[in-house]
């Protein structure tokens, strides 16, 4: 249920479950998340998530969203996504509903086809989604527009997403793979460090030190003094992570 192809080093992963219009299900969280790590653990300097078909994520089987193993194994994905050290773009070419848009944020850019449609309608189903989520959406939509799709369960179109800046891009999952490479070829522990500070103003670490520590090590870094030669040598710069 979930493919994967290499770009170079951008891993491509697509959930693959169109006769469902690619719902999940705990087991397809599972293989999500497995796949997010292992893609990294391969050295994939970024990755792109998708759907087959013409939905995105339709969001969460509902024959399996009240399971008990169902909101573990989504929480766990969730996270693997937010947590991954590279750069994580979401290339929305359909729906993306409940636990799809909830992806989608998940992932570090949007870059959305004119399909694209965002929806969180737990308010209709007597379901909730967590703080995070909650927060998550208002950070990168805007806090009137949270409201919008989790009071009134409202939906964004493609056009709406990019005004309000929920989404980064418009484009097909081609442009997706194609920024990818170009963030692929950035310098990694920028990437990484960019992103926990960013990720943490949705959910602030009671322990600063990590992040200073990683903010000094970008400095210290083999990848600066690379920057700087390139430079002077007027070449691109060929950036190892370290």
Not at 199 to 205: K, Q, T
């Amino acid at each position: 249920m979930i493919v994967r192809t290499d770009h170079g080093r951008v891993a491509v992963l697509t959930l693959d479950r169109p006769q469902k219009r690619n719902a999940l299900t705990a087991e397809l969280c599972d293989m999500l998340r497995d796949s997010v790590r292992g893609a990294v653990a391969d050295g994939a300097r970024a990755l792109v998530l998708t759907g087959s078909g013409t939905s995105f994520c339709s969001g969460a089987d509902l024959d399996d969203v009240y399971t008990a193993d169902f909101r573990d194994a989504h929480y766990a994905m969730l996270h693997a996504v937010v947590d991954a050290p590279v750069p994580v773009v979401a290339a929305v070419n359909g729906p993306a509903i409940g636990a799809g848009t909830q992806l989608a944020i998940a992932a570090d850019l949007r870059v959305v086809a004119p399909a694209a449609v965002f929806g969180v309608p737990t308010a209709k189903i007597g379901l909730a989604v967590d703080p995070w989520t909650i927060r998550r959406l208002s950070v990168l939509a805007g806090n009137g527009t949270a409201r919008a799709l989790l009071l009134g369960c409202a939906q964004l179109d493609a056009d709406a997403a990019r005004a309000c800046g929920l989404a980064e891009r418009a484009g097909s999952g081609a442009d997706a793979i194609t920024w990818a490479t170009e963030i692929a070829e950035l310098a990694p522990l920028t990437l990484a460090y960019s992103k926990r500070v960013l990720n943490d103003i949705v959910e602030p670490a009671s322990d600063t030190a990590e992040l200073e520590a990683a903010f000094a090590a970008c400095w210290e870094s083999e990848d600066r003094a690379e920057g700087r030669r390139a430079r002077q040598e007027k070449r691109r710069p060929e950036f190892r992570g370290r």
